[in-house]
Structure formats: C-alpha cells, structure tokens
C-alpha cells in the first residue's frame, strides 16, 4: 500500500503538509462513499486508491457498494450510453427494474456517513434516505449532451442532493444545487505511471515484436466506437504516405462487451495489410501500458467522446507530445499549441501528427509543458484536496470560506 | 543589522486553496459573454482572470485571462483579445473595478465593432462561467525577522504564496499585499516594502515571483 510520504519526491513536502492541515480539521467527520462495484471501472480504481490514503490523511472514510443483478446493471449500462448521448431504447419497464433494485438497496445498505458520497447514477436514488446528514452525488459521465428522458428522470434524484459534482464545465447544466468542477487524476505511483527501467520498456516491445527501427505512435483505449480507433488508423495511413511511421493501438480484452468484439474485427480488418500497425490486447497489464507508451513517440487519443480521457493525463505526465480531440475533458489537459495539439478530425489528427513528428524540439517542449500542467493539475495529490475541501463547502455557503 | 531585528508581531504564513463551482451559465456569442459578465458574482470574475496564474504555471506572461483566450482564439476577434489581454489588472484593487473595466473594454469594441456581434463558439467551445471558492487556512511557518522570513519563502507553497501577493489584495481588498504590508508596518522598513510592492506579479510565473522575493529580501539583508 502506498503512503502519502512517498509523494513528497514528487510534489514536494508543502503539498502533503497541507493536505495534512486539511485531514486534521475533517476529524470527527466519517465520510462514506456508495458506488457500484468494488473492483473494475475507473470509479473503483479511483476509490481504491484514495481510501486508504485519505484514512492515513485522518479523514474517516469508509466504502459501500450496492447491490443488484444482471438485469438492473444491463439498464444501468443503458442509461450510461444514453447519458453519453448515445441513441438507445429505454422502455417503462427498464425504469421500473431500476427502481425495484434501488429500492431493495434503500432497504438494505446503512447510510451512516456524515457525508454520504453517491458516485455516479447506480446508487443515486439512496438519496431517498437523506436524513440530517450531506449528501453528495459525483457524475464521473460526460453528460453535455444527455438523453433528455434518461436525464429528467435522474433529475428528480439529483435536486435533493447538497450538491453535485462534474468532471468538466462542459458537463455542467443550471441546477438548483452548488455544483463543483473537480477532474479526476492519475495516481504517479500506481503501476500505470511510475517510472520504469529502460529493459522493462525493451522487453515489453521485444514481447509484442515491436522495433523501435520507426517511430511509434500510439493510442490506449478499449475497442469502442466512441474512441474512435479506426479513424485513428486512417489518421495513420495520411501520414505514412510522407513518414515512415509505426502504430500501436493497445486495448483491453471486451468479453463483457459484444460490440468491443465487432469493433475489434473492424480495426483487425482496416489493418490487416499494414505489418506496421501493432493491435495489441493488454487484458488489465498496467506495467505494459505503461511501457508502450513510455516507448511510443507520439500518443493519440483521437475519441468522438470522452468522460475525461484520463489516458491524456497519463500521456502526458510521461512527457509524452499528445494529439487528442476537442472532447470532454481533453481540453483542461491540453491547451493547444502549449501541452499537446487538439483536433476535430481525422485529417486535423494526422496534420498534428505529422507536425509533431517533424519537428522534434516542438514536441519536446510539447511533452515538457504537458507533464508541468499535470503534475500541477491531474495528480492523485489535488484530487484529495479537493474532495477534503468539497467537504467544507458542504458546510460552508460563501465564496471564501476561513478555516482558522 | 536588519535581518536581526524581531518584531513582536511576526509574519504567519496562510495558504489558500480553492474549489471551482460551476455556474451552469454558458455563453456563445459576444454579447451574451458582456451580459454575464455584468451579472454573475465578483468570484467568477475573480475565477477567470486569475485561474491561469495557478493552473498554468509554466505559461506566464501569458494568457493572462480566460475572456481573454475565447475572444482570440474561439471568436477570432484579435482586436479585442489584445485589448482584454492589456487590461493592467495590478492597477484595480477590487474585482468590481476590474469587472466594469472588463465590462466597458467589450462594450467599446461591440460599438465599433458590428461583425463581431454575429459571431457564434462552435458546439462545446462555449464560455463556461466558473465561481472561484477560496479555502484559507493558517500554516505552521512563522517568521520574526528577514532571515527567518526568507527561508520559509523558499520552502512554503505557491498557493501561499498566491494568497499573500494576489488574494489578499484584490479579493479581500487590502491596500497592499500581505509581504510588503508586514515590512513596512512591522519591521518598519519601507524602502523594502516598496521595492516588493512595486512590480507587476501578473507577468511572472509563481516560482518566478517567489525567487523575484527572495532575491529582493536577500539583498536587503545582505546589506
């Protein structure tokens, strides 16, 4: 388990103090969190991570999830998607299964906490039991362009709450509760992100077959339409035509997820004629992620929409130059022609690509200021402060708030 | 001999960090960003013509603000983004000033300015209006004298130091900022206080500023 001390080499020792200050006067507070799944999903890594932290920080913080059968998680899914903007049929009766489970939830889970953290829209309707106590609900979905039914039907759920919280302005909406903007992090010291000896590096691309003869460029993300990996390839296959370059597109395995297998065929088959393009499938190897993309020259994160894209984040504090899309919130990770170049297209993809493999001392300062405005911004380290002082504001209405 | 001095009053050093609160308020053409800026609280004012000293530390001397930025580069008005760019915020000493001038820089252009009005931010460029919501505690460094002072400069955070240069003055509109204050009316040494008060903050990074203050204090004691 990781201690918060061993931060300190990374942020320096004034961040950790103040995140101390800030632990100390949470005492007496116990903060529960309520999600879906203990393990697997971006809010389960999060929340095993900061947990034990946030407990060594003196925050007394405990961890619950709901429970609910294959029905209530194949509607729950559907609501995801639709929330994301996706076209899906949501029938009365997916309403009714979503109600049933949470109403088997109200009845069985305690929600003892001072605060009671609710993440994401499974768990929303414990709400129902709100007594004295805060209740906070964390949207880890892009929700900018929502399927209105879906929505309004959590709505009646999300306005009993103190107050919500988005992972990007763009997800925000006028609501009659305080909302907060706090993006998600990247933890440096998780497997992902730490730093690696140059053979580990050497050996993953020798394991995959991959040499280091052209330059790579990379994009990491499950095989999923709205990543959007065969535009990637034909972003590629533009810029091959005048740099003899080589692309890895590294995913998770899908067997819970029918269409990741039909778009994995799909990217198998666009590929097929290109022995330059490495499809690689890393079922949960975080050390070889994070090895590629430490090998890679340049990292692509070309997705039609994001909930954050934290794969930037990771790009970036590698030191990484980065050409992702204007999505989500891809856009507080880089500011353009400063921590990485933004498009909107495949040709915007491939003409930032091509610039960057021309024109190496622009990518270095690229990758340099990319990993800064990390290191400022998306580390493990903010996102404790921030939900530590979330938790004030739940206790205090003005602007500026002294905790002396 | 002034690095020996004690004072009886001594520096204590505050920290000061903050939350961004979403307004749900979003604008996509000129005027509605001059509507809202008119009407949304001093903090969101405060949040946009400051967030970037904090966020963006390795980008100073620029972009100095975030109406700034989407007027240059979401509308493409240059003309007004330079004119917003150039606004001295060191000169205002509340954010209502600094509001109206913002506010009246805007107007002045739209007057002249008839295509402007007609340009429209693509879906998911609009300007998102943010409320910035400062958390101010004390810390455990103190100091008594230059010396002492001097070292904890260089081991406390940039939040620190932001609040005692750029918070403290604008939000909480003191006259000056906290350093030069505490030299001045503690240690009495204006000349001091003078040379710390002088420059423009906004045109360095924080790191920069902090070893700008570290230099000044250094020769000072140096003597």
Known sequence: MVKIEEYVSLVGQAVIDDLRLLGERLKGKVVQHINSTPVGGGVAEILNRMVPLLRELEVDTKWDVIKGGEQFFEVTKKFHNALHGRLEEITKRDFEIFMETSQQNIEGVDTY???????????????????????????????????????????????RYDSAVFSAPSFSRKLPIRQFLIPPSIDPLSDKNKELPQETIDSVLRKYGIKKDKPIVMQVSRFDRLKDPVGVIDAYLQVKKYIDCQLILAGGTAEDDPEGFKVLEEVKEKAKNDSDIHILLLPQNDIEVNALQRASDIIVQKSLKEGFGLTVAEALWKGKPVVASNVGGIPLQIKHKYSGLLCHSVEGASFAIKQLLGSPAYSKKLGENGKEHIKNNFLITRHLRDYMLLFFSLYHPEDIVRLC | MLKSIKVKEPFKFCTRLHLSELTGLRATTLGQLLAFIKEVPGSCIYHHTHRFLQQHQYLSPEPPNDFAYWVTDILGEDELGERLVSIDTIQYSTIRDLREKIASTIEDYLKNSSFAKLKFARSGEEFHFIKSVSFILPTTYIAYDLNEFVEVLKKITIDSIYFHIFEARLRLEKPTNDFAFWIENSLGDKGLADNISSFDPYTSTLEGLRNKIIQIVERRVAG
């Open chain 1, 113 to 159: 906490g001072d605060i009671v953290f609710i993440h994401d829209p499974q768990p929303i309707a414990l709400i129902k039991k709100k007594a004295s106590n805060k209740w906070l609900w964390r949207c880890h979905i892009d929700v900018s362009d929502p399927n209105l039914r879906v929505w309004e039907f959590l709505m009646d759920f999300i306005v």
